[in-house]
């Protein structure tokens, strides 16, 4: 017998959780599987293709959405163009400057106060034209003085020349000493030292009295004045009196890369001596502002760019070209035989590039293609397609390999004979093939054909499918229209068949 105070090592089992909890645990199950069954629904309806309604415009026989004549799936629309032989330009694209051939800060040569402007600002001024004036009067009075020093010293010459005269006789009686002749001799050098040396002050004074005419070194367009008359100006001021800058010729000056270096030597060597052909471009390289020539690259290149400098020459007639204006660049290097596409033709794949080509059925096939040099509108097409063939350029993520295919703008084939065949449909093309076997029958094939809708039924039947599925999917006026040609046609031939006999 255990004594009350032995533990009991009985396992009390722990209380089951109320029913309540349970029930609440497998709706909130329930609800997450229901909401993610709905999601996998609505994606799942997002990816399935619409189905028209029969007989609506898209739908199963009805407009491009039919049924396609061999792919089974919907008919694209799409635009197409032509493989056309040609050649491609190689070019090479470059962000370039505009620079004046020769620009001249027009600065004075002497100091003196600036009496006279004679230009207008944005003149367009010939070399040698005078521009302005500084005032010449101590540029005059300079000159006056070199002049008298000079006709003073000459005259002093003058008279040493005429006592070394009288010396070397009197030392030829031997009435004087040799001294006496070889110092006036001296003397007459030193006097004709003096008179070169004021003929060259005197140049100088009348050189810088020319100076006080400031005049155009250069012909071009002269910018804005920097000094007003009245102004003291001093000889080689920084600022200047106006800036003129040769308009016409013009260069641009642009960075070749260098990859690109040997192929611009290779084209100078094959021109000839022929300038290769420079384009300047707006911005939007729309516009052309000008042609002109290339001349040279520079012989370093920039380490820090990886590009060399280069240079072009423009005439500029127009005055289209402005100094330090930006214009795009294209150098024409040479070109490259082909067969030429739009850039949208083609496309990029796993497999590579290619193409679709569409074939006189309207069915557009892949075709593996290895293209060339590029420009901004075509392509080079080196191997995979042949000139006069027909690639599709837009629409393209619509097409399948095999699928027909709609030109844009044209009226798609079949379109009767495939309403005829869509479900719900027959009553409609019955209605259809009896108005055309109607119009058909009240146009008589020979005179003694019946007419009426049995007739024509019968003459329907006869046609090739090609005509009858022409007939079938023309409206009823245009169908009349060319049924009524038919008949003249048929009469004129009648007419000339019982004229021959």
């Not at 255990?2 to 645990?25: A, F, N, Q, V, Y």
């Not at 491009?64 to 629309?77: D, E, K, L, Q, V």
Request: glycine share 12%.
């Amino acid at each position: 017998m255990s004594s009350p105070d032995s533990h009991d090592t009985t396992t009390i089992p722990p209380p089951e959780p109320p029913r309540g909890r349970w029930l609440g645990r497998v709706l909130a199950l329930l609800f997450v599987l229901a909401l993610a069954g709905s999601a996998w629904w609505l994606v799942q309806r997002a990816k399935a293709p619409a189905v028209p309604a029969a007989g609506a415009p898209g739908g199963p026989g009805g407009g491009p959405g039919g049924m396609m004549g061999s792919g089974g799936g919907g008919s694209a629309t799409v635009g197409v163009a032509r493989a056309q032989q040609g050649e491609l330009p190689i070019v090479i694209n470059a962000l370039g400057t505009v620079t004046p051939v020769t620009q001249v800060l027009l600065r004075p040569q002497v100091s003196g106060v600036l009496t006279e402007v004679l230009f207008t600002e944005g003149q367009t001024v010939s070399k040698g034209q005078l521009l302005a004036r500084v005032d010449p009067r101590p540029f005059e009075q300079a000159l006056a003085q070199a002049q008298g020093e000079r006709t003073r010293i000459q005259a002093q010459l003058a008279a040493a020349r005429v006592t070394l005269g009288r010396y070397q006789t009197l030392w030829k009686q031997d009435s004087i000493a040799r001294q006496d002749v070889d110092t006036q001799a001296a003397l007459v050098k030193q006097l004709e030292g003096q008179v070169q040396s004021s003929s060259a002050s005197e140049q100088n004074a009348r050189i810088n009295l020319g100076f006080a005419r400031i005049t155009a070194p250069i012909g071009g367009r002269i910018g804005l004045r920097q000094v007003d008359p009245g102004n003291m100006v001093q000889a080689g001021g920084a600022t200047g009196i106006a800036t003129i800058t040769q308009m016409a010729p013009i260069d641009v000056k642009f960075a070749v890369p260098q990859d690109r270096v040997p192929e611009v030597l290779a084209a100078q060597r094959a021109g000839a001596g022929a300038a290769l052909p420079v384009q300047a471009l707006g911005r939007t390289r729309d516009e052309l502002l000008a042609s002109g020539r290339f001349l040279t690259l520079d012989n370093v290149i920039d380490t820090a760019t990886g590009t060399l400098q280069a240079k072009a020459r423009f005439d500029n007639a127009q005055g289209q070209l402005f100094p330090n204006q930006f214009v795009n660049v294209r150098l024409q290097l040479g070109a490259t035989p082909g067969v030429l596409v739009p850039v949208t033709a083609v496309r990029t794949g796993p497999q590579g590039d290619y193409v679709y080509v569409v074939d006189a059925e309207r069915n557009a096939h892949m075709r593996s293609v290895k293209r060339g040099g590029a420009t901004v509108a075509q392509v080079l097409i080196a191997s995979g397609l042949q000139a006069g063939e027909t690639v599709v350029t837009e629409g393209g993520d619509r097409v399948k390999d095999g699928g027909r295919v709609t030109l844009a703008g044209e009226r798609p084939a079949g379109r009767a004979a495939g309403a005829a065949r869509a479900p719900g449909g027959a009553a409609s093309a019955a209605a259809s093939a009896t108005a055309v076997a109607a119009q058909v029958g009240s146009a008589p094939a020979s005179a003694t054909a019946p007419t009426g809708a049995g007739s024509g039924q019968a003459m329907l039947d006869r046609l090739p499918p090609e005509l009858r599925e022409k007939l079938m999917a023309m409206p009823p006026e245009e169908r009349r229209a060319y049924l009524q040609k038919l008949r003249e046609q048929r009469a004129a031939g009648a007419g000339q068949t019982g004229g021959g006999n």
